[in-house]
């Protein structure tokens, strides 16, 4: 795990000054490589790649980057871990190829060598790369399937500059200071910054399954993959029996490495499930890290620690009390690169974890989405009912709509007047049970930050939904909107800060493609039925304890020292009596514009 930077430009400029540039990129994400930084400058000076390096794999200088091919042809600066490298290594070695390093980073150079963009449906992993081709002066960047790692550009007169995260590109100037209203105005819609956007109107995030082609100035972008369910008829212990294999082999895949792996274990059942299937697979030597809290209705560090003796793996808990969660949150503040509302919890245990030595850590993170572990499962398809049987009443339903949504007290129910005054499909049902403002007062918010008439902010354009299924549906929401632009992103921001490797075996393209052809009536029962049935090693202390969630009691430990910031949040709340999450969306981004001098 890595970070990636870059500026490629059509002319010839002084080479001092874009070595200068990317050696300021990789100062600016030094938290994400902290083994080894590298920055390479083209003979002919109009590109130029840069890297910092966390090495996982080949441990030695070898795997130093940018790496180039022998006849200085291609060079990559990549950032993640290739599974497959060894198969896809052995294979190309069959053909004739001869490797100078163990690295996955020269397998994805010499097997793009081989097939170019085509190689992406080889590859097995978590990846953001950019390949520059010397003779071609062609750029080729990729992002992995699930979006697990981030990507960052920009293009401005024909120079493309791209990095892991926004901050780079900001403190080197190569961004404006000008916000995107519609980015702003879905922020306050979900608490966090949807993809392809960012807050910044001139940075964009490449999408998941998505890659780029820079060529004489010009960019185009294709996607090369997609969510999509295509489930076959089985019988139910044939189900089990799939998801069994497809668990065992994503397990083993995720603990390829020359460091090692450990894993974040909560009370819950996913982190649950990746003890029982390590054991399974035979890891015997195995780390475990978890969090209490001062506050026992929140607190299962027990129930973690009562299943780390049962299956024998090295426990380290930490205890979180209301001093220390205020010092660990300024330290979260500084690692923030966009805002969100989420992502406190992974800096903690990975602040926790690589304090313990660890450079690698498996997380549950997929489980929910994939075995139907949330209430929307159920809310959502019943919400959609809801506002289509309102559809017989048009007139009536978006005027019931339209004043509940500005006069109601309630914030639950202004987002059911948002509902009544959409279309009312599952996407929209899916936005009103997953929201944080309605879309009326999200609008209100971003106008109100940018000094402009509610009427000049315009929402994104909403995305299709590919299922035909609701509850794949609801599921394909989770993944593609939920967990890709929050959760995987605040997952990779917060452990990236510390140098920590996450690797989440739930969040895998060949696990999703074994997994998604098992019928969401199989796949999806309520309680996490499938995963309970495929992984009967869980012990029932955990599979019969009510879902709770890895939360902290936030309002309690921040109440004195940020008092008077999140006063001022609740403030700017269009609505009396703005709720906790409302606030601390609020004072989220906040905290975001005045470091970077925005607000």
Same mark, same amino acid.
């Given at each position: 795990? #890595?970070?990636?930077?870059?500026?490629?430009?059509?002319?010839?400029?002084?080479?001092?000054?874009?070595?200068?540039?990317?050696?300021?990129?990789?100062?600016?994400?030094? @938290?994400?490589?902290?083994?080894? /930084?590298?920055?390479?400058?083209?003979?002919? +000076?109009?590109?130029?790649?840069? @890297?910092?390096?966390?090495?996982?794999?080949?441990?030695?200088?070898? +795997? @130093?980057?940018?790496?180039?091919?022998?006849?200085?042809?291609?060079?990559?600066?990549?950032?993640?871990?290739?599974?497959?490298?060894?198969?896809? =290594?052995?294979?190309?070695?069959?053909?004739?190829?001869?490797?100078?390093?163990?690295?996955?980073?020269?397998?994805?150079?010499?097997?793009?060598?081989?097939?170019?963009?085509?190689?992406?449906?080889?590859?097995?992993?978590?990846?953001?790369?950019?390949? %520059?081709?010397?003779?071609?002066?062609?750029?080729?960047?990729?992002?992995?399937?699930?979006?697990?790692?981030?990507?960052?550009?920009? $293009?401005?007169?024909?120079?493309?500059?791209?990095?892991?995260?926004?901050?780079?590109?900001?403190?080197?100037?190569?961004?404006?200071? /000008?916000?995107?209203?519609?980015?702003?105005?879905?922020?306050?819609?979900?608490?966090?910054?949807?993809?392809?956007?960012?807050?910044?109107?001139?940075?964009? #995030?490449?999408?998941?399954?998505?890659?780029?082609?820079?060529?004489?100035?010009?960019?185009?972008?294709?996607?090369? %993959? $997609?969510?999509?369910?295509?489930?076959?008829?089985?019988?139910?212990?044939?189900?089990?029996?799939?998801?069994? &294999? &497809?668990?065992?082999?994503?397990?083993?895949?995720?603990?390829?490495?020359?460091?090692?792996?450990?894993?974040?274990? !909560?009370?819950?059942?996913?982190?649950?499930?990746?003890?029982?299937?390590?054991?399974?697979?035979?890891?015997?030597?195995?780390?475990?890290?978890?969090?209490?809290?001062?506050?026992?209705?929140?607190?299962?560090? !027990?129930?973690?620690?009562?299943?780390?003796?049962?299956?024998?793996?090295?426990?380290? /808990?930490?205890?979180?009390?209301?001093?220390?969660?205020?010092?660990?949150?300024?330290?979260?503040?500084?690692?923030?690169?966009?805002?969100?509302?989420?992502?406190?919890?992974?800096?903690?245990?990975?602040?926790?974890?690589?304090?313990?030595?660890?450079?690698?850590?498996?997380?549950?993170?997929?489980?929910?989405?994939?075995?139907?572990?949330?209430?929307?499962?159920? &809310?959502?398809?019943?919400?959609?009912?809801?506002?289509?049987?309102?559809?017989?009443?048009?007139?009536?339903?978006?005027? !019931?709509? %339209?004043?509940?949504?500005?006069?109601?007290?309630?914030? =639950?129910?202004?987002?059911?007047?948002?509902?009544?005054?959409?279309?009312?499909?599952?996407?929209?049902?899916?936005?009103?049970?997953?929201?944080?403002?309605?879309?009326?007062?999200?609008?209100?918010?971003?106008? !109100?930050?940018?000094?402009?008439?509610?009427?000049?902010?315009?929402?994104?354009?909403?995305?299709?939904?590919?299922?035909?299924?609701?509850?794949?549906?609801?599921?394909?929401?989770?993944?593609?909107?939920?967990?890709?632009?929050?959760?995987?992103?605040?997952?990779?921001?917060?452990?990236?800060?510390?140098?920590?490797?996450?690797?989440?075996?739930?969040?895998?393209?060949?696990?999703?493609?074994?997994?998604?052809?098992?019928?969401?009536?199989?796949?999806?029962?309520?309680?996490?039925?499938?995963?309970?049935?495929?992984?009967?090693?869980?012990?029932?202390?955990?599979? $019969? &304890?009510?879902?709770?969630?890895?939360?902290?009691?936030?309002?309690?430990?921040?109440?004195?020292?940020? +008092?008077?910031?999140?006063?001022?949040?609740?403030?700017?709340?269009?609505?009396?009596?703005?709720?906790?999450? $409302?606030?601390?969306?609020?004072?989220?981004?906040?905290?975001?514009?005045?470091?970077?001098?925005?607000?």
């Amino acid at each position: 795990m #890595c970070g990636i930077a870059g500026i490629i430009e059509t002319n010839t400029g002084p080479a001092d000054a874009l070595h200068a540039k990317l050696t300021a990129m990789n100062a600016a994400m030094k @938290h994400r490589g902290p083994d080894d /930084e590298g920055v390479w400058i083209s003979p002919s +000076g109009t590109s130029g790649l840069a @890297h910092v390096r966390l090495s996982i794999l080949d441990l030695s200088s070898a +795997g @130093h980057q940018p790496m180039s091919t022998a006849d200085g042809g291609l060079h990559i600066t990549f950032n993640g871990e290739i599974y497959n490298f060894r198969e896809l =290594r052995s294979e190309l070695e069959r053909e004739g190829m001869t490797f100078a390093t163990h690295t996955d980073t020269e397998v994805l150079l010499r097997l793009y060598q081989k097939e170019g963009e085509a190689m992406l449906a080889r590859l097995r992993g978590m990846f953001a790369f950019a390949i %520059w081709d010397e003779r071609r002066q062609r750029c080729f960047l990729a992002r992995d399937p699930m979006g697990i790692k981030p990507l960052y550009y920009t $293009q401005r007169g024909g120079r493309l500059a791209f990095a892991s995260e926004l901050r780079p590109l900001q403190q080197v100037g190569l961004t404006t200071r /000008e916000i995107d209203p519609a980015a702003l105005m879905r922020y306050f819609k979900t608490g966090s910054v949807a993809e392809p956007q960012t807050l910044l109107m001139d940075v964009h #995030c490449l999408e998941a399954g998505h890659y780029l082609q820079w060529e004489a100035g010009r960019l185009a972008k294709r996607r090369y %993959w $997609q969510v999509e369910f295509h489930s076959e008829a089985m019988t139910a212990e044939q189900a089990v029996s799939e998801v069994r &294999a &497809a668990l065992l082999d994503t397990t083993r895949a995720h603990f390829v490495s020359d460091v090692p792996v450990g894993i974040f274990l !909560s009370g819950g059942i996913d982190s649950t499930a990746l003890a029982a299937l390590a054991r399974a697979v035979g890891q015997q030597d195995i780390a475990t890290f978890s969090i209490g809290v001062d506050d026992l209705s929140l607190d299962e560090s !027990s129930t973690a620690r009562r299943t780390a003796e049962h299956f024998g793996t090295r426990h380290e /808990e930490m205890r979180l009390d209301g001093e220390t969660a205020r010092h660990e949150f300024t330290r979260f503040l500084r690692a923030m690169d966009q805002p969100s509302i989420d992502g406190f919890n992974t800096h903690t245990v990975a602040a926790f974890a690589r304090e313990r030595g660890m450079k690698v850590v498996l997380s549950g993170l997929g489980g929910d989405e994939m075995f139907g572990g949330y209430k929307s499962f159920d &809310a959502v398809p019943r919400l959609a009912a809801g506002a289509r049987a309102a559809r017989f009443l048009p007139g009536i339903t978006q005027a !019931s709509g %339209w004043l509940l949504e500005r006069y109601s007290p309630a914030n =639950r129910v202004r987002r059911i007047g948002s509902l009544l005054s959409s279309p009312g499909g599952l996407r929209d049902a899916y936005g009103c049970f997953r929201g944080i403002f309605s879309i009326y007062e999200a609008r209100l918010l971003a106008a !109100s930050y940018l000094h402009c008439s509610p009427r000049d902010i315009h929402s994104a354009p909403q995305h299709d939904l590919l299922a035909t299924d609701p509850r794949d549906a609801v599921s394909e929401c989770e993944l593609r909107f939920y967990m890709r632009n929050q959760l995987l992103k605040d997952s990779d921001v917060m452990s990236m800060a510390h140098g920590l490797e996450l690797r989440v075996p739930w969040v895998d393209e060949v696990f999703f493609g074994r997994v998604s052809r098992v019928p969401a009536a199989l796949r999806l029962r309520s309680g996490k039925q499938m995963l309970l049935d495929a992984v009967p090693e869980i012990p029932s202390w955990v599979s $019969q &304890a009510p879902k709770r969630g890895f939360v902290f009691p936030f309002e309690k430990w921040l109440g004195q020292g940020w +008092g008077e910031a999140f006063a001022r949040a609740t403030a700017r709340a269009p609505f009396k009596n703005p709720t906790w999450y $409302q606030r601390w969306s609020i004072f989220m981004l906040d905290t975001w514009l005045e470091r970077h001098g925005l607000l």
